[in-house]
């Protein structure tokens, strides 16, 4: 699956949109991948997450889990998971710091694949690779399906992207003009209660 039919998932739905939005890491963008009208089609996550996982087969080899970062990050990562014949497993929030819970666990040294579902500036992947790594698992890889940052992300682990599509984006007191000018949209999910994931 190449990068612009990664997109045209999201195009197809109108997930791909325009204007001024504030993401979950706090900077500002004319750009918002709203993925949660491309997962709500389970066919197109299936597509998408078949073409990561065998993405993650070429690049990474076999894994015994994939773990993802709640709440994005759980059906990417559980059909990542379906495709690649492995339990799927999430962090969540504990006082601020992802953990496992709910009974999941790793056994030490299990090779894990950490999938995301859009990765901006990467913080919320490496606190999650930190998480499964306090777990005992080892973090052959991180996944997602769209990388807003074209290869300048530091993660934590290797990234696997589906695509790379690089976005502007701004902090709050450096925005365009034209930029500025727009009303602000903040769909993002990071300042909900504490959560959210980037």
Known sequence: MTADEVLDEFRMV??????????SSGLHSPIFLQKNLVFMHPERSERLCRALAERIRAEAGAVDAVVSPAVGGIIPGYET??????????????????RLRRGFGLDPGARVVMVEDIVTTGLSSREAVAAIREAGGEVVAAACIVDRSD?????????IALARYKVPAYPADALPPELAALPVEDPGSRRLAGGGQR
């Open 81 to 98: 998971a379906r495709s690649l014949g492995v339990p799927a497993m999430y962090l969540e929030r504990e006082a601020g710091v992802f």
């Open 151 to 159: 290869g300048e992300a530091e993660v934590g682990a290797p990234l």
């Open 14 to 23: 109108g997930a791909l949109r325009q204007g001024h939005f504030v993401l």
